[in-house]
T-cell receptor
Framework: GENVEQHPSTLSVQEGDSAVIKCTYS??????FPWYKQELGKRPQLIID?????GEKKDQRIAVTLNKTAKHFSLHITETQPEDSAVYFC???????????FGAGTQVVVTP | DAGVTQSPTHLIKTRGQQVTLRCSPK?????VSWYQQALGQGPQFIFQ???????QRGNFPDRFSGHQFPNYSSELNVNALLLGDSALYLC?????????FGSGTRLTVV
């Protein structure tokens, strides 16, 4: 089955710096790659997603890049703010309606 | 526009008991998926319901069962509870691309 590895497990950054989280996957049939942000005690919220026919997508301070050949995709957060502190999860699925296989999560801490 | 609502928010059960969790999908969504999230881990897929049928299932034992009603709402049932079933149970609804998650039910088995 699909295996998703997410690194790093924790990430501490100074406010204003950039944060990068990387995920690798094993199933070449995967074609939908969402990222979720989960604050303590709250539900996962979709922050950005990308499909396999696109190499990069950007939404304000957040961007996702996908390398299908190498089977990895990354989340980039620029100009980090304290409210970016949360756990971030990557996920993959071979079909946009199907089951999501999640990474183990990255705890991001942004210090003022 | 209501999002995904789950009930109850918290639940404490004893080993061996049975539990039923409920989920109302976001308006306009017709597909409901259930995930189990243990502390400090990513959500694990339990199963997905579409048109009142189980469409996909993850690696969970038969103690985990579900149902979807004609109004698209769904239930997750867990029988013979084990201590290891303690987790946050998340419901996610969708119609086509993208999921919306509910806030979850925190189940504690003692």
């Amino acid at each position: 089955g699909e295996n998703v590895e997410q690194h790093p497990s924790t990430l501490s950054v100074q406010e204003g710096d950039s944060a990068v989280i990387k995920c690798t996957y094993s199933d070449s049939a995967s074609n939908y790659f969402p990222w979720y942000k989960q604050e303590l005690g709250k539900r996962p919220q979709l922050i950005i997603d990308i499909r396999s026919n696109v190499g990069e997508k950007k939404d304000q301070r957040i961007a996702v890049t996908l390398n299908k050949t190498a089977k990895h995709f990354s989340l980039h957060i620029t100009e980090t703010q304290p409210e970016d502190s949360a756990v971030y999860f990557c996920a993959v699925t071979p079909d946009s309606w199907g089951k999501l296989q999640f990474g183990a999560g990255t705890q991001v801490v942004v210090t003022p | 526009d209501a999002g995904v609502t789950q009930s109850p928010t918290h639940l404490i059960k004893t080993r061996g008991q049975q539990v039923t969790l409920r989920c109302s999908p976001k308006s306009g969504h017709d597909t409901v998926s259930w995930y189990q999230q243990a502390l400090g881990q990513g959500p694990q897929f339990i199963f997905q319901y579409y048109e009142e049928e189980e469409r996909q299932r993850g690696n969970f034992p038969d103690r985990f069962s579900g149902h979807q009603f004609p109004n698209y709402s769904s239930e997750l049932n867990v029988n013979a509870l084990l201590l290891g079933d303690s987790a946050l149970y998340l419901c996610a609804s969708s119609k086509g691309v993208g999921y919306t998650f509910g806030s979850g039910t925190r189940l504690t088995v003692v």
